[in-house]
């Protein structure tokens, strides 16, 4: 893992792209219906992100996720603070997500639905990445990281 510093525009220089081995062209964003993941809530883990915070109840620390040839990019905003690392494929360990059910109703008279938010770990040699998952984006996630590249390492598991 690497932090990667990004220009004003969010790109990353040539060393950083290469670091990890490239970024999909425009036609292979379009083929795979996208790299990027909805945000989701930074918790601990990343030295680089974790100088950001500074304990206040009224920031969240936001994320998101974009795949590499080789592995991914996390974005961390908090308040316009803006920070990036890079992960290789092969240093992640594991990928596991909790999922807890939150039963929900639209309406007085209307049928209560269960929905899920969680809390995901990504799982290095030496650290743990830990973000929280709001209902809204825990099927957008699920789906994510079961894409080719990392459904092998995903373990999605509900409480």
């Keep these: 893992m690497i932090e990667i510093k990004a220009d004003r525009n969010g790109k990353f220089s040539p060393a950083m792209i290469a670091y990890l081995k490239g970024q999909y062209s425009v036609k292979e964003r379009f083929r795979k219906r996208g790299v990027g993941s909805s945000k989701v809530v930074y918790e601990s883990g990343v030295k680089p992100f ?3 915070l500074r304990g206040m109840d009224t920031e969240t620390a936001f994320a998101s996720f974009e795949l590499q040839k080789n592995g991914l990019t996390i974005r961390l905003n908090i308040n316009q603070r803006l920070s990036c690392i890079g992960v290789e494929s092969d240093e992640i360990t594991a990928i596991k997500l909790m999922g807890f059910p939150v039963e929900v109703r639209q309406g007085l008279f209307a049928k209560r639905k269960i929905i899920y938010n969680g809390k995901l ?4 040699p030496n650290e743990t990445l830990k973000f929280t998952i709001r ?3 825990f099927k957008d996630i ?3 990281f079961s894409t080719d590249e990392l459904s092998e390492k995903f373990h999605l598991f509900y409480n």
């Design 121 to 124: 770990e990504i799982i290095l």
């Design 50 to 52: 974790d100088g950001l």
């Design 135 to 137: 209902e809204l984006e």
């Design 142 to 144: 699920v789906k994510f």
